[in-house]
C-alpha cells in the first residue's frame, strides 16, 4: 500500500461500462488533471485517417501492443504523466489496461500510485455501453470485447491487484460519493 502523503497518482481500471471514465470526468471537472489511456489509441487511429469505432481501436491497440509490448501504452504516457505532476498536485489516470502496464508505472511511482478498481454487474455496463453517446456497443460487440481485453491484453491483472473496489451498481451520485469518500480518506487534493 502507498503511503497517503505521498499519493500523487490515482489510477482507475475496470471493465468497459464500469464507469471509470464517468469517475475520471467527475473529477477532472474538480480540477483533477485527467489522462486517459484509450487516447493515446484514438489519437493513433485519427493519425492513420481511420473512422474511430470499436473494430479500428482494438486493430490499433492490438498492433501497438505486439510492436511496443504490453506496457506500450505506458511507456507513451509516461512523459506526459511527468509533465502533468510539476503542475498539479494529483492525477486521474482513465483506463489502466494490462498488468504490464501496471508494473510499469509502479516501477516509475512505487510511492505515489492508487489503484481503484471501478466494478459494476455485466448486465449493467452492458446497458450503460450501449446508450453512450461516444462509442456505443452493442450486447455482442461488449461481449466481444470484455473477452478481448481478459484475454489479450492482462487487463484481470489490475483490476484484481487495485488497493480499492468501488461497485457502481447503483447510481453515478452514489458512485461519486464513494469515490469522494475514498479520495477524503486519502488526502488525495487536486
Same mark, same amino acid.
Given at each position: ?13 475496470? @471493465? ?21 489511456? &484509450? =487516447? ?7 493519425? !492513420?485517417?481511420?473512422?474511430? /469505432?470499436?473494430?479500428?481501436?482494438? /486493430? ?9 509490448? @504490453? ?10 504523466? !511527468? ?11 482513465? &483506463?489502466?489496461? =494490462?498488468?504490464?502496464?501496471?508494473? *510499469? ?16 454487474? !455485466? ?19 461488449? !461481449? ?25 451498481? =447503483? *447510481? ?19
Amino acid at each position: 500500500m502507498t503511503d497517503v502523503q505521498q499519493t500523487r497518482i490515482l489510477a482507475l481500471v475496470g @471493465m468497459p461500462g464500469a464507469g471509470k471514465t464517468m469517475c475520471a470526468t467527475y473529477l477532472e471537472e474538480r480540477g483533477y488533471y485527467q489522462f486517459r489511456f &484509450g =487516447s493515446i489509441v484514438t489519437d493513433e487511429v485519427e493519425r !492513420r485517417g481511420l473512422d474511430i /469505432n470499436p473494430v479500428n481501436e482494438r /486493430n490499433i491497440r492490438l498492433e501497438l501492443r505486439q510492436k511496443g509490448g @504490453m506496457d506500450v501504452m505506458a511507456k507513451r504516457a509516461l512523459p506526459k504523466l !511527468r509533465t502533468a505532476l510539476e503542475t498539479y498536485q494529483t492525477i486521474v489516470i482513465d &483506463g489502466l489496461y =494490462s498488468f504490464s502496464e501496471y508494473k *510499469t508505472l509502479h516501477a516509475e511511482f512505487p510511492n505515489s500510485m492508487v489503484v481503484v478498481a471501478i466494478a459494476a454487474p !455485466r448486465h449493467l455496463r452492458y446497458q450503460r455501453l450501449a446508450m453512450r453517446p461516444h462509442r456505443p456497443l452493442t450486447p455482442d460487440e461488449a !461481449r466481444t470485447r470484455d473477452w478481448q481485453e481478459i484475454q489479450t491484453m492482462e487487463k484481470g491483472g489490475p483490476i484484481a491487484i487495485a488497493d480499492y473496489t468501488l461497485v457502481n451498481s =447503483s *447510481t453515478q451520485t452514489d458512485l461519486t460519493v464513494q469515490l469522494q469518500t475514498l479520495l477524503t480518506s486519502l488526502k488525495m487534493l487536486p
